[in-house]
């Protein structure tokens, strides 16, 4: 399975926790064969009737492969659709999603396959899938290298096959279709409202604290630029230094408007920090 557009073509590079996560999973895999994959199971794998003895496989559980196809096809999810995903939100923002697709498929087997052990990392890639569709739709997805298939296509058959395959049999036949499901409607519930539950967070967050970011309104940040300029207290690189700062906080301070402070990235919080120091500095 592969994807191609003017956008997305074979020159891409992995991003880091894309490579992360390729390297982990395959570092688990040949430590299970060396291990022996019941123990691995047991203790690294996620089973309802041990959530509380051993809560661990909650995160564990993504990490494990039943076999080197379980693992190929998971990777070869990562690999093709994590590196865009990852590229747009930044790095921390990806983890976290990762993260939470895979827990949403801890949640969903708890509830309806109670008696049933799930291993590998196809509810996190599900939910990796979900979101490339849901900001490329119309990417044509090659499936099997051969038939083109829109991403919005793949993904709702994808869902109604998962959806139909859990409540007709649930993980029957190995296959976990409630976590599948579960990082599906994880995917969902963060896309839609992720970014509106981050800004209300953030809202409670500074309401009773002082601000981490004292920045100051852009009109007054302009004038003292002006005034120092007049002033002749600094050469014209400083000056222009200055200014291209403002207009990086601008631009950031209209993403955190629009969608919340969770979708910084690492670069992103640096500049606001330094902004905020130079601020406490004068």
């Given at each position: 399975m592969s994807y191609a557009t003017e956008r997305f073509g074979f020159?891409?590079?992995?991003?880091?926790?894309?490579?992360?996560?390729?390297?982990a999973n395959t570092a688990v895999f040949l430590l299970t064969a060396i291990v022996g994959g019941s123990f691995s199971y047991d203790w690294l794998g996620f089973s309802p009737q041990h959530a509380f003895t051993r809560p661990w496989g909650a995160l564990t559980y993504m990490f494990v492969h039943a076999d080197v196809w379980h693992l190929l096809l998971n990777m070869l999810g990562l690999f093709f659709f994590g590196p865009p995903l990852e590229g747009r939100w930044g790095s921390r923002e990806f983890i976290k999603y990762y993260l939470l697709c895979g827990?949403?498929?801890?949640?969903?087997?708890?509830?309806?396959?109670?008696?049933?052990?799930?291993?590998?990392?196809?509810?996190a890639v599900y939910g990796v899938v979900l979101a490339f569709a849901w900001y490329w739709p119309e990417t044509p997805i090659y499936v099997w290298g051969i038939f083109p298939v829109k991403a919005k296509w793949l993904v709702g058959f994808f869902f109604f096959a998962t959806l139909i395959?859990?409540?007709?049999?649930?993980?029957r036949g190995?296959?976990?279709?409630?976590?599948?499901?579960?990082?599906?409607?994880?995917?969902?519930?963060?896309?839609?409202?992720?970014?509106?539950?981050?800004?209300?967070?953030?809202?409670?967050?500074?309401?009773?604290?002082?601000?981490?970011?004292?920045?100051?309104?852009?009109?007054?940040?302009r004038e003292e630029v002006r005034g120092k300029r007049s002033g002749g207290r600094r050469d014209s690189a400083v000056r222009r230094q200055e200014e291209d700062l403002l207009d990086e906080v601008d631009r950031?301070?209209?993403?955190?408007?629009?969608?919340?402070?969770?979708?910084?990235?690492?670069?992103?919080?640096?500049?606001?920090?330094?902004?905020?120091r130079r601020r406490r500095s004068n």
């Open positions: 020159g891409y590079h992995l991003t880091p926790w894309v490579k992360r996560l390729l390297v827990m949403g498929g801890v949640f969903l087997s708890f509830l309806f396959a109670p008696n049933a052990a799930i291993i590998g990392a196809s509810a395959s859990a409540f007709g049999g649930g993980a190995g296959v976990a279709n409630f976590a599948h499901l579960g990082g599906l409607l994880t995917g969902v519930g963060y896309l839609k409202f992720g970014d509106r539950f981050a800004a209300r967070l953030g809202e409670v967050r500074t309401s009773g604290e002082s601000r981490r970011f004292a920045i100051v309104p852009r009109k007054e940040s950031i301070l209209d993403k955190i408007s629009a969608r919340g402070m969770g979708v910084l990235t690492d670069e992103e919080r640096n500049v606001l920090d330094e902004m905020s």
